[in-house]
């Protein structure tokens, strides 16, 4: 290499790459002559230890392949019989794969078509169209539709559901569409996302839907489902689960009652309500509400009568113990999924059709659950309790 130097065959980095992919195709080209020999049973000219009726044919037609080092020209070896079926490059293979791995990775991350061209451009030399991005995304379309229809757990400790809307082209228009999310906690305590539903608008018919589907795939029971204060969700529960609680957010709960107060009171509102929800017990929750009515529910009736129709579904976080109510009084685990959602498609301000959005919300999550390792923060404490508090409806599906 020094040699090769001094003889000024490599002056810069653009010397080294062209030397490395002249490498690149000299090794690709003898692996498939290597792999002919053992397809034949023996080696070229090594006509003593030939014990075949099948032989060397030439090689077929020269033809460009793209790899990560650009663009190399190969010849596939060809036997008199037809039969052999190269594996490092294919007969109809017209990338290397891991052009396709990088543009699925890029894809993941948010990077648009024009983006993907550039950076495989600039780096590899290698030309990509917006439709050769497009078909290689598509090859996940298989894939996502097994992983949407994966057997799950009998029973998840915590179901929490919520929606992401996007802007996406339909009939020539652009409309607002609502991706479904749905993430669960399982008895060991691991996080995973069950599922991503398209539709056209966040509904409680829709979500019936959702939740039918998880039916369909193994789902017998959830102890508790954690839910924003969409109307409807109630019944659409009770449908498919009649013996789930029902945890509303209170976080949102308290953007809901802030609609309803005056903006230079915001903070002295948000104090008030706060001992509400903090309180040890309901018993204790509910005297604080009623402070909160002697302050405020003269000047705000609508926000105290929001707290007291949902208090049911608000109220339901105090039967389970400190740990678990964290857990589940908001639905913070899921909103900081939809933030990891939102970092990868920042880049995209409308999206072609449902598949692209669907493509994308998929890599993303592929990427954000691959880091969630670690079980629920105290999760022997809450599932030692859920065991006793639920009894039959836990205990036989203990890990």
């Known amino acids: 290499m020094r040699q090769y130097i001094r003889d000024g065959h490599l002056k810069d980095l653009s010397d080294v790459q062209a030397m490395l992919k002249d490498l690149f195709a000299t090794a690709v080209q003898e692996m498939l002559e290597a792999e002919m020999d053992t397809h034949l049973g023996y080696a070229k000219y090594d006509t003593k230890s030939k014990d075949t009726d099948n032989a060397r044919n030439g090689h077929g037609a020269k033809r460009t392949v793209q790899s990560e080092l650009g663009d190399i020209e190969i010849a596939l070896p060809r036997d008199r019989k037809g039969e052999f079926d190269p594996v490092v490059v294919q007969k109809r293979q017209k990338r290397m794969p891991s052009i396709e791995d990088q543009v699925i990775a890029l894809y993941a991350r948010g990077f648009s078509t024009r983006d993907i061209q550039d950076h495989l451009h600039q780096i590899y030399g290698v030309e990509v169209s917006p439709t050769l991005v497009s078909n290689l995304t598509d090859r996940l379309l298989p894939r996502i539709q097994e992983w949407q229809n994966r057997p799950l757990h009998p029973v998840y400790a915590v179901v929490f559901l919520d929606a992401i809307h996007y802007k996406v082209r339909e009939e020539g228009h652009i409309v607002n569409k609502a991706a479904y999310m749905v993430l669960g906690v399982d008895l060991e305590g691991r996080k995973d996302v069950l599922g991503i539903w398209i539709g056209q608008s966040e509904s409680s018919k829709f979500w019936l839907g959702v939740l039918n589907d998880l039916k369909a795939r193994g789902v017998q029971d959830v102890l508790v489902f954690s839910t924003d204060n969409l109307k409807g969700f109630s019944e659409a529960i009770a449908a498919c689960f009649p013996q789930s609680d029902i945890q509303r957010c209170i976080v949102h709960q308290i953007r809901n009652s802030l609609r309803y107060v005056s903006y230079k009171d915001f903070k002295a509102v948000s104090a008030a309500l706060k001992p509400i929800y903090q309180a040890p017990t309901e018993e204790a929750a509910r005297m604080e509400l009623e402070k909160f009515e002697e302050t405020w529910g003269a000047r705000y009736p ?98």
Not at 328 to 334: G, R
Request: hydrophobic share 40%; charged share 25%; net charge positive.
């Open 302 to 399: 609508l926000c105290v009568k929001s707290w007291r129709d949902n208090w049911s579904e608000l109220a339901t976080f105090f039967r389970y113990p400190v740990e678990m109510r964290r857990i589940m009084y908001t639905t913070n685990i899921i909103e900081g999924y939809h933030r990891q959602l939102r970092k990868a498609t920042k880049g995209k301000s409308m999206f072609p059709n449902d598949e692209s959005l669907l493509k994308m919300l998929y890599l993303a999550t592929m990427e954000v659950t691959r880091k969630w390792t670690m079980r629920v923060t105290h999760w022997g404490t809450i599932l030692g309790q859920l065991a006793i508090y639920f009894g039959d409806r836990v205990t036989p599906y203990l890990p």
